[in-house]
């Protein structure tokens, strides 16, 4: 796909979101210029899965205009080199990841804003923390002083079909709500990310606030 094409995609979407809602572009296998076509466009997020990917990407694009958000499973053994990387992680699922993460952001003198995430949809995803677990990890976060829980992230089952999809966002939303209003100190509820190509439309209706989006914007991937 064409640059003017993908920032064609992005205004699209840009102009579609409603006002509560951003928008995150899913930047695996992307390269560097098509990242800064959908930045020029108006893109503000960049989500990575990968820690080598987005170090190519930042070192390419710096982070003045952007920010980068870990969006992919993390591995112990990355936490130091994300820490150094990301703005924000999105994709933490234990209390092993959460000491490692808040151990490498002490050394790097930086607080660290997270989403925890919840696998929704329990048959297919391996990662993720299963619903019944979130408030007690949620409890556990709260005592760790250089990261900020900040709300949920969640894949879902990968499908269009709203049937199969909304359960898994309206289920994450309903412990977005009820960690909300349980008021853990230290622990906000502001961003809710949910939502990809495919399904972002219903992940709104759901209560998204945030939505990553990939093949919409730069097309299929190879
Ligand atoms: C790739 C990816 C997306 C975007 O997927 P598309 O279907 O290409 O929009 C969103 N979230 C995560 C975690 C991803 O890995």
Redesign the pocket.
Known sequence: MNFAHIQKNVQQILASLPPQVSL?A?G?TRSPEELQAVIEAGVRII?H?YVQEAEHSVEALGRDAIRWHC??HLQRNKVKRAVQLFDEI??VDSLRLAQALDRACAEAGKQMPILIEVNSGQEEAKTGIVPEDVMELAQALSNFENLRVEGLMT?GRFSADPDVCRPCFRKTRALFDSLAAARIPGVAMKHLSMG???SYQVAIEEGATRV??????FGP?L
């Open positions: 995150v899913a695996k989500g899965n969006i992919g999105e994709t894949l990809m190509s495919d990553r989006i990939g093949t919409r914007l991937r």
